[in-house]
């Protein structure tokens, strides 16, 4: 598989510290894929969870060694923390390794349209205000499916039916997409509000590019269960590439170049 060129790419939600991070697929397409410029759109690191116990495997010192390695090679890096690595928000304007920090930053496209990009956690009402909630949403989709083991157990036990917690739990999270909706309102406002063309932003983890209103609103996607970048080509034209490889090897699925990207019902709400 060649190796593609971009003028920008913009990554997030990589959550790297968590067993659910799938670093290999970050890996493969970071050999495949180089740019000029690369914006991390936070959460790359999960500090919360590594808060709550250390996982850290070879791969996710591969990925911070990978990007470490294209910045020295003249890739320009922009970091901008999300609400699970806020502990880089203490160092706006820092360089570690050439990778800069940013609490947002304004993009100028190859076409001239300027946009807005920011993790998008400042305008989740749940991280805003109830901080404590918003750790618990976390832990909890983690611990749904040990705890419906056990309960099973237990009304088996006493003659109960079935009942499955972690079922009832998703038809919860279904709500969802009212949330995605109104999220994606108020980021392509706030965009608006700062005299941006359209707005890029991550936290979501629903990957989609679609016009709002006369904002162009993208979200960069995740790298737990989507596989998602976004790229700017040298003409200002954006691309949504889903990435399905390993090795330059299609697994389950091809990957997705879309200029829309349908909207998608999400299983988990990310914290």
Partial sequence: ????????????????GSKAAKADFLLDFLKY???????????????WRLKRSWYWPQDCNDVIQKL???????????YIPGNHDEFLRDFPGMHFGGIEVAERMMHE????????VLHGDE????????????????????????????????????????????????????????????????????ARKHGADGVICGHIHHA???DMEGIRYINTGDWVESCTAIAEHEDGTFELI??????????????LALEHHPKRELAQQAA
């Fill in 208 to 210: 989609v590019m679609e």
């Fill in 33 to 47: 894929h180089e740019a000029d410029t690369m914006f991390l759109v936070g959460d790359i690191v999960d500090g």
């Fill in 109 to 116: 496209a190859a076409d001239g349209k300027k946009y807005l």
């Fill in 1 to 16: 598989m060649d190796t593609r060129h971009f003028r920008t790419l913009f990554i997030s939600d990589v959550h790297l």
């Fill in 123 to 190: 305008f989740d009402v749940v991280v805003r205000n109830a901080r404590l909630l918003a750790y618990l949403g976390d832990w909890a989709y983690d611990m749904a499916i040990v705890i419906n083991i056990g309960l099973a157990a237990v009304r088996r036990k006493l003659g109960m039916p079935y009942w499955s917690f972690s079922a009832w739990a998703k038809l919860q999270v279904k709500h969802a997409v009212n949330f995605i909706g109104e999220f994606q309102k108020i980021v392509a406002e706030e």
């Fill in 242 to 255: 889903e990435w399905r490889t390993i090795g330059g090897v299609v697994e389950q699925q091809a990957p």
């Fill in 68 to 78: 470490l390695r294209k910045a020295r090679k003249g890739t320009r890096i922009v």
